[in-house]
């Protein structure tokens, strides 16, 4: 797949927009949002021409992240760089949805070392802003702490995204050619595997009472059977209101059975009486 610079440049600003340090006007909810690979996946299959490739593969990625937390201001990977050259090199270079998953991975473990390094350049400034604010001038304080970081941003991922992509037409695909049919194979296993690993993560932190994952288990085995989404999602939606049925009932019958355990209690002290 042949890539334009026009392209290159889009899916550039793309990546930068979808930056956690981005000041924007609607701030963290829009990058949050730009972030996810199946949103980065889709725009760069819009922007590539092809949106159902890169749904399929920002879907398959984004299963991988389901369960992504930042603890302490620290992540396991780079959200932005994952979506958007990760995804955009995979689709030029034809790979499939498993290799597409590693890949990701890899550039989003080699994003998150790059976040740390900017963080730690935005000292330069801290002294900056530091000095203006010693002469009195605020207005020269407000403008390094604005444009230095967002400039620094702009250029890091942004110059970064658009030379890999513009060097992808050709590199990734070469590069995918050189690797030996074991490593391959390997990198597919790994894919395939990652996206459950997503996927218990969340599961771990959200379901508390074990007895639901019947209903997962439920669903794996409809998806596996080739059953259409959306009569899974119809299944899934009786069995929710048969669970709630059945949940309201056995209240029911407790405040039954304690009732008519008082009402007995009442006619024994009436007998004794």
Same mark, same amino acid.
């Given at each position: 797949?042949?890539?334009?610079?026009?392209?290159?440049?889009?899916?550039?600003?793309?990546?930068?927009?979808?930056?956690?340090?981005?000041?924007?006007?609607?701030?963290?909810?829009?990058?949050?949002?730009?972030?996810?690979?199946?949103?980065?996946?889709?725009?760069?299959?819009?922007?590539?021409?092809?949106?159902?490739?890169?749904?399929?593969?920002?879907?398959?990625?984004?299963?991988?992240?389901?369960?992504?937390?930042?603890?302490?201001?620290?992540?396991?990977?780079?959200?932005?760089?994952?979506?958007?050259? $990760?995804?955009?090199?995979?689709?030029?270079?034809?790979?499939?949805?498993?290799?597409?998953?590693?890949?990701?991975?890899?550039?989003?473990?080699?994003?998150?070392?790059?976040?740390?390094?900017?963080?730690?350049?935005?000292?330069?400034?801290?002294?900056?802003?530091?000095?203006?604010?010693?002469?009195?001038?605020?207005?020269?304080?407000?403008?390094?702490?604005?444009?230095?970081?967002?400039?620094?941003?702009?250029?890091?991922?942004?110059?970064?995204?658009?030379?890999?992509?513009?060097?992808?037409?050709?590199?990734?695909?070469?590069?995918?050619?050189?690797?030996?049919?074991?490593?391959?194979?390997?990198?597919?296993?790994?894919?395939?595997?990652?996206?459950?690993?997503?996927?218990?993560?969340?599961?771990?932190?959200?379901?508390?009472?074990?007895?639901?994952?019947?209903?997962?288990?439920?669903?794996?085995?409809?998806? $596996?059977?080739?059953?259409?989404?959306?009569?899974?999602?119809?299944?899934?939606?009786?069995?929710?209101?048969?669970?709630?049925?059945?949940?309201?009932?056995?209240?029911?019958?407790? $405040?039954?059975?304690?009732?008519?355990?008082?009402?007995?209690?009442?006619?024994?002290?009436?007998?004794?009486?």
């Amino acid at each position: 797949m042949d890539v334009s610079v026009f392209q290159a440049i889009m899916i550039g600003i793309a990546c930068w927009l979808g930056s956690i340090e981005n000041p924007q006007p609607l701030g963290l909810a829009l990058s949050d949002m730009l972030a996810r690979p199946i949103v980065g996946g889709a725009i760069i299959g819009l922007i590539l021409g092809d949106l159902g490739t890169g749904v399929a593969i920002g879907a398959a990625i984004q299963a991988m992240y389901l369960g992504n937390v930042v603890a302490g201001g620290v992540a396991a990977a780079d959200m932005s760089f994952v979506s958007y050259p $990760s995804i955009a090199l995979a689709m030029i270079a034809g790979a499939d949805t498993t290799v597409a998953v590693t890949l990701a991975t890899t550039i989003g473990v080699l994003g998150a070392a790059l976040f740390t390094a900017y963080e730690t350049f935005m000292s330069v400034f801290n002294a900056m802003a530091d000095r203006q604010l010693a002469k009195g001038n605020i207005e020269g304080m407000r403008r390094v702490y604005i444009f230095g970081p967002m400039l620094t941003s702009f250029t890091m991922r942004f110059g970064i995204t658009l030379v890999t992509v513009l060097l992808g037409a050709t590199f990734a695909q070469n590069f995918l050619n050189s690797i030996p049919e074991i490593i391959l194979h390997i990198m597919s296993v790994l894919g395939g595997v990652l996206p459950a690993v997503g996927i218990a993560i969340l599961l771990s932190n959200t379901v508390k009472d074990k007895k639901m994952f019947a209903f997962f288990l439920l669903g794996i085995i409809m998806i $596996s059977s080739k059953m259409n989404m959306v009569t899974v999602a119809v299944v899934a939606g009786c069995l929710a209101v048969i669970f709630y049925m059945l949940s309201n009932n056995n209240g029911n019958t407790s $405040s039954n059975s304690n009732s008519s355990d008082t009402f007995d209690d009442m006619n024994d002290e009436e007998a004794v009486l």
